[in-house]
C-alpha cells in the first residue's frame, strides 16, 4: 500500500532535489504540494512548484498557501537561491494552474480522506501547516507524522541561535510543536552529515537525464556555498528529510520535548531541544540526532538514475 504525503515547501533549490526524489519514489502517493513563502516570496516558490512538477510530468496538484508569516516580518534566503528561487536553473513555464483550494483545506481535506496515514514532509517554514490547525483544530486527529527539515540542538545557520525555517516563522513553528501531531525534526545537527562529495556528484552527473542534470548543477553550486562555511560536501538540507520520510532507517532519533523560542532578541526561532528533561515536560518530537550517510547517498542516487537517460 502506498504511502500518503503532502510536501509543504518553498521552493528553493534543495527542495528541488527533495521533490524529485519524491517523485521517483513508487511507495508514495503524493496527494498535493502545498508551497509558501520562505527561501523566496510565494508567488516565486508556487510557480517554482509548478514548473518541477510539470517538468517532471507527474501532474500531482499545487496548492498555494501562506504569502507571509503569521507575525513576524518575512524573510527570504536570495543570498543562497537567487533572485528566482532556483539560482541559475531554468525551467519551462508551466502549463497549468494551481489547485482551486488552498494549502490549508487542501491539508486538512487529505488528513481526514487518508485519517491517521497522511504523512507531511515539511521543507521550509511552517506557516501552511500552522494555519490549517488554527481553522481546523481536530487536524492533529488525522496526521500520522510530520516530519520537518528545521531547528538545531545546537547553533542556527540563519542567526547564531535559529535556523532558517524556524527562523522564518517562529510562531507558526511553536503551533506545529504543540499541536499534538507527531513531529519527526530533522535539524542542522544531522543534515550537516548530509554532506555529498565532490566524486558524488560527478556520479550524479554521469547519468545524464535531465533531473540529474539539474540536480548535478545545484549540488555543484551548493558544494561551492558550503566549501565557504568549512564542509567537504554539498550539504543537503531538505533530501536528508525526504530521505527520511523514504526510509526511517537513514536518520537516528530520540524522543525530546522540544520548545519554540518566539521573542527573545537574540534567540528568536531557537529550538530548545530539551535533552536532559530539566524541564520535566513530556517529549513531543522524535529529534534526529545521527544518520547513516551511506544510506542517505544510496537513496539519493537511486532517485536520480531512476529518471533514466
Request: with cysteine; glycine share 8%; net charge negative.
Amino acid at each position: 500500500m502506498k504511502k500518503p504525503i503532502i510536501i509543504d515547501c518553498d521552493p528553493g533549490l534543495d527542495d528541488a532535489i527533495a521533490l524529485f526524489m519524491a517523485f521517483a519514489n513508487e511507495n508514495f502517493e503524493i496527494k498535493a504540494i502545498t508551497p509558501a513563502a520562505g527561501n523566496q516570496t510565494l508567488d516565486k516558490t508556487a510557480v517554482n512548484a509548478l514548473k518541477l512538477v510539470d517538468f517532471v510530468g507527474c501532474g500531482i496538484p499545487v496548492a498555494r498557501g501562506a504569502s507571509r508569516p503569521l507575525f513576524v516580518e518575512q524573510k527570504t534566503a536570495e543570498h543562497v537561491h537567487g533572485e528566482s528561487g532556483l539560482g541559475d536553473i531554468v525551467l519551462p513555464e508551466p502549463n497549468r494552474d494551481f489547485s482551486t483550494f488552498d494549502a490549508y483545506d487542501t491539508i486538512y481535506n487529505e488528513a481526514v480522506k487518508h485519517s491517521k496515514e497522511l504523512v507531511i514532509v515539511a521543507l521550509g517554514p511552517l506557516t501552511n501547516i500552522a494555519l490549517s490547525i488554527l481553522k481546523h483544530p481536530d487536524l492533529k486527529d488525522h496526521v500520522a507524522n510530520i516530519i520537518l527539515m528545521g531547528g538545531s540542538c545546537g547553533c542556527g545557520n540563519d542567526t547564531p541561535a535559529a535556523e532558517f525555517n524556524i527562523y522564518a516563522d517562529p510562531d507558526a513553528a511553536r503551533i506545529v510543536f504543540e499541536s499534538g501531531i507527531t513531529v519527526t525534526m530533522v535539524g542542522l545537527d544531522v543534515t550537516h552529515k548530509s554532506q555529498v562529495l565532490p566524486e558524488e556528484i560527478k556520479e550524479i552527473a554521469a547519468y545524464k537525464n535531465k533531473v540529474s542534470d539539474i540536480a548535478a548543477k545545484v549540488l555543484e553550486n551548493s558544494l561551492r556555498f558550503c566549501r565557504q562555511h568549512g564542509f567537504e560536501g554539498a550539504v543537503m538540507h531538505d533530501p536528508l528529510a525526504m530521505a527520511y520520510a523514504i526510509n526511517s532507517e537513514v536518520m537516528t532519533c530520540k524522543e525530546y520535548h522540544v520548545d519554540v523560542e518566539t521573542k527573545g532578541e537574540f534567540t528568536s526561532g531557537k529550538t530548545v531541544v530539551d535533552i536532559y528533561n530539566v524541564t520535566g515536560k513530556k517529549p513531543n518530537a522524535y529529534v534526529g540526532v545521527d544518520i547513516d550517510r551511506e544510506k542517505f547517498i544510496a537513496i539519493l542516487k537511486k532517485a536520480m538514475m531512476s529518471y533514466g537517460a
